[in-house]
């Protein structure tokens, strides 16, 4: 049990290592004031029939993943997990923990007083977190709002490197391969981390949908172990 333990808390750690890892520092011209109207020597004119900028679709808004007790399912992904008898499934609470929501992140559902979290203010969301309580196996699946649209999967992952890097761990993330998980697509990173006295495998699928990275991490010790975890995954239906 004590090695499960020291798995799960090796997992939640590189996730929160790994969790805006995309985002970029502040640069000095951030730091730099503007200059104030006052010191403008001459204004600039605007043009007489100024051009409109063309529009982009904007993404829609995002919708994480609906989590029981039993089950997760991504409408988004594309994907339905059972939770088998030996996991146990992160509540609201300590998930709400994991991302140190505040109160000022709450806001009160008019119609039937339920305290809801507003996502607008959270740049990475932990949808669903599952442990194995006999081997410290364990399933995340978090979302990152990326800050820049157009930022791909390979350039997400060499962010995720350079954070490593100015960590203690050290990851060999391999080469990035596709890898389909019930009827979707992802890139697919297979590592393994020695963390906590403890060393597990890592299987971390990618998917970038609209301004958002998700990442569906599944942490096991023992190779044999993987098979039955995918298994839990299978396809809603939907396309993605």
Known sequence: MRKGIALYLSALLLAALLSGC???????????????????????????TPTP????????EYQPGERTDTDYTSTTLGLHFALPETMVMASDDEI?????????MLYEDPDTGEMILDY???NTVYEMMAIDVTNGSNVIVMSEKLPL??????????????QLSRTTMSIDFGDPEPYTLGSTEF????????????????????????DRM?????????????????ACFSPTGNSV
């Open 214 to 230: 998700y990442a569906i991490t599944i942490s096991y010790p023992d190779t044999v172990e993987l098979a039955p975890l995918l």
């Open 22 to 48: 995309s985002q970029p520092a502040a640069s000095e011209a951030a730091a730099t004031p503007a200059p104030s109207p006052a010191s403008t020597a001459t204004p600039t004119p605007e043009p007489a």
């Open 120 to 122: 607008s203010q959270l």
């Open 187 to 210: 890139t697919c990173l297979s590592y393994s981390v020695e963390a906590n006295g403890a060393r597990m495998n890592q299987l971390m699928l990618l998917k970038k949908v609209d």
């Open 149 to 162: 649209a157009a930022m791909t999967v390979d350039q997400y992952i060499a962010a995720m490197e350079q």
């Open 96 to 104: 709400n923990q994991m991302m140190q929501v505040t109160t000022d």
């Open 53 to 60: 900028a063309p529009t982009e679709e904007p993404p829609e």
